[in-house]
C-alpha cells in the first residue's frame, strides 16, 4: 500500500516516516532514564517538545508505561494536585505545565524537590511546557535548582528541519523544487514545515506515494499566499478580537495591537513583556498598564477562544504564542491593513505620553481619578505615583523636566485653589508655558478657584471641573473629551501620512 500524503507529512500527532530527533534528543533520552530527578521540557509550540518525549518513552520501552496528563483537561489537573499524596507514581509525564493553576503548580514543584531529595527509583516526573516553564517553576521552588534537568527547546537548526523535508520527499517518491524556502519560511519548526509541505504537495495534486521522483513545485510566494488566506480564515476574527482588547480604544495606543506585533516580528514565539517594554520605552505606559494592572489577563480569561492561540502567565509576564500556524500567520500579515481593518486609524505615536497631569497634592483625588479612567482608555499618562518606581535616586527636576516640556503630547494641569502656591506645580508649569503656543497644554479650571488664577491658561480652551458634584461623573467627562481631543488627532496624522 503506498504511503498517504496526511501520514508522511502529518499536520498533527507524532510524526512517522518524517521524524528528525532534535539536537536535545540524547541528552533528554540519559536523563528520563535517570532515577528520581525531575526533568523540564521548554520551548515554543510547533518545535517538537511533546513529539520528542514521547520518542525517547517509546525508545525507553515505557511509552505505554508512562501516565501521560495535561493541564489542559481538567480532570488531568486534579490528578496533577493529588500526586504528592499518591505514593510511588511510576513515570508522570505532565504536558501543559504552563496551563495549571498556580496552586497546583506549587504542589507540583514541592513534590519534584522531595522526589529530588529522597532519589526515589519508583517515581519520577517529566514536565512540558512553553519556554520559561523552568523559570515558573522554580518561581514556586526557588531551591530546585540542581534538582532538576532542563532542556530547553529552541528552533531546530535548518539542517535538521531539511532532513524532515528530505524523508518526506523519501516517503512520497517525490522532489521538491523550492525546499530551501520551505526550510526558510519553517523558522526552525517542524511543525510550520509538515504544514507548507502539506500545502504545497495538495497544490500539486500528490495525495500519496507517487515513485517516481515527480518534481513538486510551485511559486514560494503563491505558497505563502494560499496557506496565509487559509489561516487568515482560522485566526482572522480572533486576531482582531485580541487586538481590539475586548472594547475598540480609537484614541488609545493599540497595546493588544502590538503586543500581536511584536509577537510577529520578533524572533522569538515567547515575550518576557517587562524587556520588550525596556526595549520598547515608548509602549511603557500603555503595554505596561494592561500588563501590571491585569488587563491582559483578564482579556484572556473572558475570551477563552483566544487562549487556544495566546498563553499569558502573570507571574512571569510571559506572552507566548500556543499554536504554531498562528505564528507564521503573524509573519506574514500585512501590519498597516490590519490595524484597519482592527479600527485603528494609526499604529505610531508622537511622544512618550499622551497626557501628563500637573496638580496640587490637595488635588490627587481628582488625579488618581482621572488617571485611571484615562488608563482603562488605554492611553499613556504620565502620573508621578505610577513613576515613583523610577524617579527614585534621580534628580527629580531633571527627571520631570522633559515630560512636561516636550515628551508629553498635551499637559493637563488640574488648576484648583492651591495650584498656584504650590513649589512642584510652580516648577512644573515653568517647564510646560511655552506650549500653551503650540496648543499642546489643556487646563482643567476648578469652579472653586478664582478666575483668571492662571492668566496664561485662560487665553486658550479648557475644562470646568465641579468639586461639588459627583467625582467620578466629572471625571469620566473630562476623560471623554480629552480622548476624544486624541481621536481627532489620531485621523488628522492619518490624513497627513496619507497625502
Known amino acids: 500500500m503506498p504511503n498517504l500524503l496526511e501520514d508522511v507529512f502529518k499536520r498533527s500527532g507524532v510524526p512517522t516516516h518524517t521524524f528528525v530527533e532534535p539536537v536535545e534528543y540524547r541528552g533528554l533520552l540519559v536523563a528520563v532514564r535517570t532515577p528520581g530527578r525531575a526533568v523540564i521540557v521548554e520551548g ?11 520518542r525517547v518513552l517509546d525508545e525507553l520501552g515505557q511509552k505505554d508505561a508512562a501516565l501521560k496528563l495535561s493541564g489542559r483537561r481538567p480532570e488531568d489537573v486534579e490528578l496533577i494536585g493529588a500526586l504528592p499524596e499518591m505514593g510511588d507514581v511510576g513515570l508522570v509525564v505532565v504536558d501543559d505545565f504552563h496551563k495549571l493553576p498556580a496552586d497546583i503548580k506549587a504542589r507540583l514543584a514541592d513534590y519534584v524537590k522531595r522526589l529530588a531529595d529522597e532519589e526515589n527509583p519508583n517515581s519520577k516526573v517529566i514536565i512540558v511546557g512553553i519556554n520559561r516553564a523552568g523559570e515558573a517553576l522554580l518561581k514556586f521552588a526557588s531551591d530546585l535548582a540542581g534538582r532538576v534537568d532542563t532542556f530547553r527547546f529552541e528552533s531546530n537548526p535548518e539542517e535538521r528541519v531539511t532532513q524532515l523535508v528530505e524523508r518526506g520527499e523519501s516517503a512520497l517518491g517525490i522532489r521538491i523544487g523550492i525546499k530551501e524556502h520551505i526550510v526558510n519560511e519553517s523558522r526552525g519548526s517542524f511543525h510550520i514545515a509538515q504544514m507548507l509541505c502539506y500545502e504545497l504537495c495538495l497544490l500539486s495534486g500528490v495525495t500519496e506515494e507517487v515513485g517516481d521522483q515527480r518534481e513538486v513545485t510551485t511559486s514560494a510566494e503563491l505558497l505563502k499566499q494560499k496557506v496565509h488566506e487559509d489561516l487568515f480564515r482560522v485566526f482572522g476574527g480572533r486576531a482582531r478580537l485580541f487586538a481590539s482588547g475586548g472594547k475598540l480604544r480609537r484614541e488609545g495606543r493599540a497595546p493588544y495591537l502590538y503586543l500581536l506585533h511584536w509577537l510577529g516580528t520578533e524572533d522569538q514565539w515567547a515575550l518576557q513583556l517587562d524587556e520588550m517594554v525596556r526595549k520598547y520605552p515608548d509602549h511603557k505606559g500603555s503595554v505596561g498598564q494592561i500588563v501590571n494592572n491585569g488587563f491582559l489577563a483578564q482579556h484572556l480569561e473572558k475570551n477563552p477562544e483566544l487562549g ?18 498562528f505564528v507564521f500567520f503573524l509573519k506574514n500579515l500585512l501590519w498597516s491593513k490590519f490595524a484597519q481593518q482592527v479600527g485603528y486609524r494609526l499604529i505610531q505615536f508622537r511622544g512618550k505620553y499622551d497626557f501628563a497631569l500637573s496638580f496640587a497634592g490637595s488635588d490627587r483625588d ?5 488617571f485611571e479612567e484615562l488608563q482603562r482608555r488605554e492611553v499613556s499618562v504620565f502620573y508621578d505615583f505610577n513613576e515613583q518606581h523610577r524617579i527614585l535616586a534621580t534628580y527629580v527636576e531633571d527627571y520631570l523636566a522633559p515630560i512636561y516640556g516636550s515628551e508629553a503630547r498635551y499637559v493637563v494641569p488640574l488648576m484648583g485653589p492651591a495650584y498656584p502656591r504650590r513649589i512642584w506645580t510652580k516648577f512644573e508649569s515653568e517647564q510646560f508655558k511655552h506650549r500653551f503656543g503650540e496648543g499642546a497644554v489643556i487646563p482643567v479650571w476648578f469652579t472653586s478657584s478664582p478666575v483668571g488664577l492662571f492668566d496664561e491658561s485662560s487665553r486658550v480652551g479648557g475644562l470646568l471641573f465641579d468639586r ?22 489620531r485621523l488628522q496624522e492619518k490624513d497627513e501620512r496619507s497625502a
Open 308 to 325: 487556544e492561540l495566546i498563553h499569558f502567565d502573570q507571574d512571569t509576564h510571559v506572552l507566548s504564542v500556543e499554536d504554531p500556524k
Open 44 to 54: 515554543p509550540s510547533g518545535i517538537g517538545k511533546t513529539t520528542c518525549v514521547v
Open 468 to 489: 461639588n458634584a459627583d467625582l467620578k461623573t466629572e471625571v469620566a467627562r473630562i476623560a471623554e473629551v480629552l480622548c476624544e481631543r486624541l481621536r481627532e488627532d
Open 366 to 370: 481628582v488625579a488618581q481619578a482621572l
